[in-house]
């Protein structure tokens, strides 16, 4: 079952980029990106999904290493609403891991 | 078009007593996953399930848990004889069937359960 590893908590300033780093070495070939995040006392909410080409979406941008073993989510201005804790997952056929498993995630505090 | 509706928002037992938890999906969608989340903790997956069939359900406790996902009307995850160490927020997802082993899922705002 692909896991993924992230940093606890980071902060950031607002109005400034974000980048908060994924690490997924066991990564399979079939396996999505996905990341979400989780505002406080709400669900979670998808913000955006690759499998290897980087994809820019309303919300962020999603890079993706040459090898697939980690991603980065970019928050290009960070703002006091996107203070949450985001989650970074695998999904795929294989494996069982089709069912999305959420670890603990980054909580990311913006200052303002 | 609304987004997962999930209800009661907030609900408070009496251990011993049972708890009925509602979740519709999306428009269209056929793919539920219900989601427990203790206070500080993350999402700990429980069951997958699509109309009339639980598909996965690895996640759930052996005993006192029940959920099912009717061919009409909402899914429903059943919590009998509740004890205080099932107060927690409970989060269904939905997602179409196409995609549905890869693509996003849509997360209602979760039941709050609080056991006494």
């Known amino acids: 079952d692909a896991k993924t590893t992230q940093p606890n908590s980071m902060e950031s300033n607002e109005e400034e980029p974000v980048h908060l780093p994924c690490n997924h070495s066991?990564?399979?070939?079939?396996?999505?990106i996905h990341w979400y995040r989780q505002l406080p006392s709400q669900g979670p909410e998808y913000v955006i999904h690759?499998?290897?080409s980087n994809v820019n979406n309303r919300m962020a941008s999603l890079a993706i290493a040459e090898d697939r073993k980690s991603s980065t989510l970019i928050l290009h201005r960070a703002t006091l609403r996107d203070a949450a804790v985001y989650y970074c997952?695998?999904?795929?056929?294989?494996?069982?891991?089709?069912?999305?498993?959420f670890g603990r995630g980054t909580s990311l505090i913006v200052h303002p | 078009n609304a987004g997962v509706m999930q209800n009661p928002r907030h609900l408070v037992r009496r251990r011993g007593q049972e708890a009925r938890l509602r979740c519709s999906p999306m428009?269209?969608?056929?793919?539920v996953y219900w989601y427990r989340q203790l206070p500080e903790e993350g999402l700990k997956f429980m069951v997958y399930?699509?109309?009339?069939?639980?598909?996965?359900e690895s996640g759930m406790p052996k005993e006192r848990f029940s959920a099912e996902f009717p061919k009409e009307g909402p899914s429903i995850l059943r919590i009998q004889q509740v004890v205080r160490g099932d107060s927690a927020a409970y989060f269904c997802?939905?997602?179409?069937?196409?995609?549905?082993?890869?693509?996003?899922?849509?997360f209602g705002e979760g039941s709050r359960l609080t056991v006494l």
């Open positions: 997802a939905s997602s179409p069937a196409q995609g549905s082993l890869t693509g996003e899922l849509f």
């Open positions: 066991t990564i399979s070939g079939t396996d999505y």
């Open positions: 690759g499998l290897t």
């Open positions: 997952i695998l999904r795929g056929p294989s494996g069982g891991s089709y069912i999305p498993t």
């Open positions: 428009k269209g969608h056929s793919h």
């Open positions: 399930l699509q109309k009339e069939n639980i598909i996965d």
